[in-house]
C-alpha cells in the first residue's frame, strides 16, 4: 500500500534535549512538508521541500532542523532551542501539478511530542 | 494574499440531520481547494477538492461542496449526519504558484444522537 508513515507515534523529550521525528513516503511524491498542530488550532507549516536536497522554511520554523537526502524521507529535528514543543506533528506530500492540475497533499498518521 | 476562514469553530447537529460547514476564501486566482477531515489523533483524510473542473464537488462518505465565485465560498454539505462524522474538518486554499496550503481554523463537528 502506497502511503506515508510516522514515527514514533508518541516521542518524550527531556529539556536540553533534541529529538527526531521520522516522516517516510512510498508514493513517488517530491513534494513532502512538516506542519505543527495545537489543540484547538489548525495547522502551521514548519518546513516544506520541493526536491531532494532542498527546502525552504515555512511560517515557524525557529527551534526546527530538517533534511531532505532522500526522495522519500524528510526528519524533522525538534532542537533544545524550541521552548514550547509539546504539540502533534504532522508530515504530509504532495506531487507537483501545474496551472489548473490541483495537487492534493497526502499525511501521516502524526507524532505526539511531549516534554518529561 | 490567500486566505481561507472557517466561520463556526464549532457545529452540532443530531444525527440523521443536514450537515453544513462553512468556508470563505480570499483568491486573487482561480483557487485550488480542499476539504479535509480529521479524527482525534488521526491524521488529516482528504474529503474533496475543487479542480475547476465542476462547481459542485463530490467527496467521500457522502460530503460535497459547492465552489461560489461570487461569494468566494466553499461550504461543505452532508444531506445525514452520522456518528462517525464527528470530527475537526478543515478547508485548505493552495497558494497559487507555490507548493504552499494554507489552512483554515477548523470546525468541530459535533453529532448528537
Known amino acids: 500500500d502506497g502511503g506515508i508513515t510516522q514515527s514514533p507515534k508518541y516521542l518524550f523529550r527531556k529539556e536540553g534535549q533534541n529529538v527526531t521525528l521520522s516522516c517516510e513516503q512510498n508514493?513517488?511524491?517530491?513534494?513532502m512538508y512538516w506542519y505543527r498542530q495545537d489543540p484547538g488550532q489548525g495547522l502551521r507549516l514548519i518546513y516544506y521541500?520541493?526536491?531532494?536536497?532542498?527546502?525552504q522554511k515555512g511560517d515557524i520554523a525557529e527551534g526546527y532542523s530538517v533534511s531532505r537526502e532522500k526522495k522519500e524521507s524528510f526528519p524533522l529535528t525538534v532542537t533544545s532551542a524550541q521552548k514550547n514543543p509539546t504539540a502533534f506533528y504532522l508530515c504530509?506530500?504532495?506531487?507537483?501539478?501545474?496551472?489548473?492540475?490541483?495537487?492534493?497533499?497526502?499525511f501521516g498518521p502524526g507524532t505526539r511530542l511531549l516534554v518529561l | 494574499a490567500q486566505s481561507v476562514t472557517q466561520l463556526d469553530s464549532h457545529v452540532s447537529v443530531s444525527e440523521g440531520t443536514p450537515v453544513l460547514l462553512r468556508c470563505n476564501y480570499s483568491?486573487?486566482?482561480?483557487?485550488?481547494l480542499f476539504w479535509y477531515v480529521q479524527h482525534p489523533n488521526k491524521g488529516l483524510q482528504l474529503l474533496l477538492k475543487?479542480?475547476?473542473?465542476?462547481?459542485l464537488v463530490k467527496g467521500i462518505n457522502g460530503f460535497e461542496a459547492e465552489f461560489k465565485k461570487s461569494e468566494t465560498s466553499f461550504h461543505l454539505t452532508k444531506p445525514s449526519a452520522h456518528m462517525s462524522d464527528a470530527a475537526e474538518y478543515f478547508c485548505?486554499?493552495?497558494?497559487?504558484?507555490?507548493?504552499?496550503?494554507?489552512f483554515g481554523t477548523g470546525t468541530r463537528l459535533k453529532v448528537l444522537a
Open positions: 504530509a506530500s504532495s506531487s507537483p501539478g501545474t496551472g489548473k492540475n490541483t495537487e492534493t497533499q497526502y
Open positions: 508514493l513517488n511524491h517530491d513534494a
Open positions: 521541500s520541493q526536491i531532494v536536497n532542498d527546502f
Open positions: 483568491s486573487s486566482y482561480s483557487p485550488s
Open positions: 475543487y479542480t475547476s473542473a465542476a462547481t
Open positions: 485548505v486554499v493552495r497558494q497559487s504558484g507555490t507548493y504552499k496550503y494554507i
